[in-house]
């Protein structure tokens, strides 16, 4: 959803007219409520790469000794055993943004419907 609202944003704003100079502000502040908004819950990963590098890093580098501590700390592989999400999610919303953009809110030469 992040994505979803960030690039049906960007293409209102940015895209579809020359004539807007408000369209960094708007990107930007829909940025800033995007990170507020899903940064606690997906760490406001609104691009698959920002995922990506981290997940890289902390399969490689995080100690995943359980005997240090009481808590349970995930294991190598359980890092990536959920972490389709953050390629699925941006691209789904990425495709939405784009077809409604297509269909219903592009202008004249932009528009299908």
Not at 15 to 32: Q, R, W
Not at 48 to 71: E, H, Q
Not at 83 to 105: D, E, M, Q, S
Request: charged share 10%; net charge positive.
């Amino acid at each position: 959803m992040l994505t979803a609202i960030l690039n049906h944003v960007i293409l209102l704003t940015a895209v579809d007219t020359s004539s807007n100079v408000l369209a960094p502000l708007a990107i930007g502040l829909t940025l800033a409520l995007d990170v507020c908004a899903g940064g606690a819950v997906t760490g406001a990963s609104m691009n698959p790469a920002r995922s990506l590098g981290p997940n890289i890093a902390a399969a490689l580098f995080v100690d995943f000794d359980i005997r240090r501590s009481l808590a349970t700390y995930p294991t190598a592989r359980s890092i990536w055993s959920h972490h389709w999400i953050y390629y699925a999610g941006p691209i789904v919303g990425a495709t939405l943004a784009a077809g409604l953009y297509r269909l219903f809110f592009g202008r004249n030469k932009n528009r299908l419907l």
